[in-house]
């Protein structure tokens, strides 16, 4: 979802923004007007996760998945080796990539009991000589989020937070790079947010693609081609939504938690509905369940369809259901959701 405040900010802007005289998808990229909209974009968004100055932010395109090769090709540079935390399919993918470069290691995983947890890791799992290690911080589809930051030492931290980041404040400190695909909490598809520690930067392979050179898209403020400028735009309304309209992120984690726990209290209480992630490492963002049964699952999904609860089925590689309860998913969307799956429960008793 997108929040009624941003599209309808959007459309009132969207023949002229601003008094120019332009739509934002008109603009040059290079134009003031233009440049004006990307500064404030950053400056709102250091602002609003606290990024520390020695980070750069870069706003790019070709998805989050594009990163699982960055990743390797920037920072798979001292000792060629690289630890991973499998902890989902989005990590897995990432892993797999990454092993096209170097010596990846799977240091732990969770797909023993189908990804329903978070591995837990000490210093002395991580390779002394690791580049870097690599988190997914929360696992999308199987509706998990890590509880704790894992300690790496001097070696860089690295997470994927595309299903996470604006949803509570991080301490991006901890980390050496953070990405996002936008499309979760951050704005529409086409744009991607890399935070990155300047240290880090520069000593990519040789062979590394202009396109997915950290240092060069750095030095250039994200312009070396055209950025994605309508998705930047919209990260940018998101950003004034949810400090002028919610209050800041910490208001925002406030009222996440509080809309999930309406939905997990249901879930813990329900004879029929049953969550997959174990307690301690469940999503705020992701809420997986299922009946058991497959053919209740199927119906339950159809009967919310047509009551306009879309997209509710689970990832095809995990089945039952998922509710994805980004940021602009108002309280009111989970308290009907929760009503409708008692009534499906009184039904099938
Ligand atoms: C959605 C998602 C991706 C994939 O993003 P694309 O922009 O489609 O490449 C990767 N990681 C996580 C955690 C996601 O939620």
Redesign the pocket.
Known sequence: MMAEWVLNKAASEMLDYNGSGQSVMEMSHRSAVYDNIIKETEALLRKTLNIPDNYKVLFLQG????QFSAIPLNFMNKNNKADYIVSGQ?SKKAFKEAQKYGDVKAIASSEDKNFSYIPKITRADIREDADYVYI?Y???IFGTTFNYIPDTGDIPLVA?M??FILSQPIDVTKFGLIFA?A??NMGP?GL?VVIVREDLLGNARPDTPVMLDYKTLADNDSMYNTPPTYSIYMHKLVLNWLNDQIGGIEKMAEINAAKAKILYDYLNSSKLFVATAEKEFRSLMNVCFVTGDKELDAEFCKKATENGFVNIKGHRSVGGMRASIYNAMPTEGIEKLVEFMKEFENEHK
Request: glycine share 12%; hydrophobic share 20%.
């Open positions: 998805g989050a998945s594009t989005f997914c929360n696992n999308t994927d595309s299903s695909g499309q979760k598809a991607t």
